[in-house]
T-cell receptor
């Protein structure tokens, strides 16, 4: 069975600072993938970034990067230069054969 | 404009009534999914379908039913057997071939049972 753990219920950061959102996972599959999604207050889920278990380099997408430490089973999301619009819920998810398993999320609040 | 539509955005029903939530996609995606989200919680999988006329139960299928008669449509019925149906419901789809196949989500339907 796959499991995703996000231990930070909420995080505060000042505008323009970097922030790291934690995600640890557990799986017995040798091949897996990890996603991060953003959920603003409006409710839609927005795909941010993906990391495959065999990818040699950490994924990056603009201001988002994934700090992937396979031995520690962690896939932390790093947001550089936070903006007010980054305030939202953030979910880490693991890809199974056909489905995704989600963590409980971290609420990020960016202050001016 | 390609995307996923869910209607309505807000839905109110009386206890004991069945209600059907709509999900339509024009992305030509093969697989479609229904999730339930409760306050402060992550998403839990209700049902999913990878091809037309076939679907599988997710982690919390009890009290729900689905159909997949067309590739574009995957309606979810919340039956009176669902003990606590008030929640936010999200529909998603993805293509099953290619690279990492992220799921694309609709805007969601907030169901309140009175």
């Amino acid at each position: 069975a796959q499991k995703i753990t996000q231990t930070q219920p909420g995080m505060f950061v000042q505008e323009k600072e970097a922030v790291t959102l934690d995600c640890t996972y557990d799986t017995s599959d040798p091949s897996y993938g990890l996603f991060w999604y953003k959920q603003p207050s409006s409710g839609e889920m927005i795909f941010l970034i993906y990391q495959g278990s065999y990818d040699q380099q950490n994924a990056t997408e603009g201001r988002y990067s994934l700090n992937f430490q396979k031995a520690r089973k962690s896939a932390n999301l790093v947001i550089s230069a936070s903006q007010l619009g980054d305030s939202a819920m953030y979910f880490c998810a693991m890809k199974g054969l056909s489905t995704l398993t989600f963590g409980k999320g971290t609420m990020l609040l960016v202050s001016p | 404009d390609g995307g996923i539509t869910q209607s309505p955005k807000y839905l109110f029903r009386k206890e004991g009534q069945n209600v059907t939530l709509s999900c339509e996609q024009n992305l030509n995606h093969d697989a479609m999914y229904w999730y339930r989200q409760d306050p402060g919680q992550g998403l839990r999988l209700i049902y999913y379908s990878q091809i037309v006329n076939d679907f599988q139960k997710g982690d919390i299928a009890e009290g729900y039913s689905v159909s997949r008669e067309k590739k574009e449509s995957f309606p979810l019925t919340v039956t009176s057997a669902q003990k606590n149906p008030t929640a936010f419901y999200l529909c998603a789809s993805r293509i099953t071939s290619g690279s990492y196949n992220e799921q694309f989500f609709g805007p969601g339907t907030r169901l309140t049972v009175l």
